[in-house]
C-alpha cells in the first residue's frame, strides 16, 4: 500500500530535550516537505526537500532541523523544543514533473513541549 | 507571495443541503489549485484539484472551476451527507510547485 508513515503519533516532552520525528514514504517520491498545523493558520511549510541532499525552508523554518540521506526517509529534528512548538506536524510526499503536484500525507504527529 | 483565502468556519448543514465553501488565491504565477480535507484523527487527503483556468476538478460529489478573472476556487456539494463532516483546506502551489500554501480550513459538520 502507498503510504506516508510518521512516528511517533503522539508525543509529550520537555523544553529542551531534543527530538526527532520519522518520516518515511514507499512511493520512491522525490519531493518531501513538513508542516505544522495549528488553529485558525491552516498549514505552515517548515522544511522542504526535492531530492536527497537537497532541502530548502519553507515559511516557519525557526527551531527546526531536516536531513535527507535517503530518498524515503525525511526526518524532523527539534534540537531544543520550546512550548510554541506545540502543534499537530505533518509529513507529505509527491512525485516531481507530476501534473497537478499531488502530495500525500501522513497521518501526522502531535507533539506537546511542557 | 502567495496567500489563500478561505471562508471561515465552522459550518453545520441538515443532510441534504446545499454546501459552499468560499475560497479566493493570490493570483501570482500560474498556480494548480486544491481541496484538501481531513477527517477527524487523520492526515490531509486531496479531495480534487484543477491545473488551469476554467478546469472542473470533481470527486465524490463535490465540485471546483478554477475562476481566473475572479481568482477563487469555490468548493460546493449539491446535497452533503454526515460522512463529509470534516476539515476542508483550499490550497494552491507556488509557480515553481516546491511550496504549497493553505488556507486556514473550514471545519464543516453535517447533522442528520
Known amino acids: 500500500e502507498a503510504q506516508v508513515t510518521q512516528n511517533p503519533r503522539y508525543l509529550i516532552t520537555v523544553t529542551g530535550k531534543k527530538l526527532t520525528v520519522t518520516c518515511s514514504q514507499n512511493?520512491?517520491?522525490?519531493?518531501m516537505s513538513w508542516y505544522r498545523q495549528d488553529p485558525g493558520l491552516g498549514l505552515r511549510q517548515i522544511y522542504y526537500?526535492?531530492?536527497?541532499?537537497?532541502?530548502d525552508k519553507g515559511d516557519v523554518p525557526e527551531g527546526y532541523k531536516v536531513s535527507r540521506k535517503e530518498k524515503r526517509n525525511f526526518p524532523l529534528i527539534l534540537e531544543s523544543p520550546s512550548p510554541n512548538q506545540t502543534s499537530l506536524y505533518f509529513c507529505?510526499?509527491?512525485?516531481?514533473?507530476?501534473?497537478?503536484?499531488?502530495?500525500?500525507f501522513g497521518p501526522g504527529t502531535r507533539l506537546t513541549v511542557t | 507571495g502567495n496567500s489563500v483565502t478561505q471562508m471561515e468556519g465552522p459550518v453545520t448543514l441538515s443532510e441534504e443541503a446545499f454546501l459552499t465553501i468560499n475560497c479566493t488565491y493570490t493570483?501570482?504565477?500560474?498556480?494548480?489549485l486544491f481541496w484538501y480535507v481531513q477527517y477527524p484523527g487523520e492526515g490531509l487527503q486531496l479531495l480534487l484539484k484543477a491545473t488551469k483556468a476554467d478546469d472542473k476538478g470533481s470527486n465524490k460529489g463535490f465540485e471546483a472551476t478554477y475562476r481566473k478573472e475572479t481568482t477563487s476556487f469555490h468548493l460546493e456539494k449539491g446535497s452533503v451527507q454526515v460522512s463529509d463532516s470534516a476539515v476542508y483546506f483550499c490550497?494552491?502551489?507556488?509557480?515553481?510547485?516546491?511550496?504549497?500554501?493553505f488556507g486556514s480550513g473550514t471545519q464543516l459538520t453535517v447533522l442528520p
Open positions: 507529505a510526499s509527491r512525485a516531481t514533473g507530476t501534473s497537478g503536484y499531488e502530495q500525500y
Open positions: 493570483a501570482t504565477g500560474y498556480p494548480s
Open positions: 526537500s526535492m531530492n536527497v541532499e537537497v532541502t
Open positions: 512511493m520512491n517520491h522525490e519531493y
Open positions: 490550497a494552491r502551489n507556488s509557480g515553481s510547485a516546491r511550496q504549497l500554501t
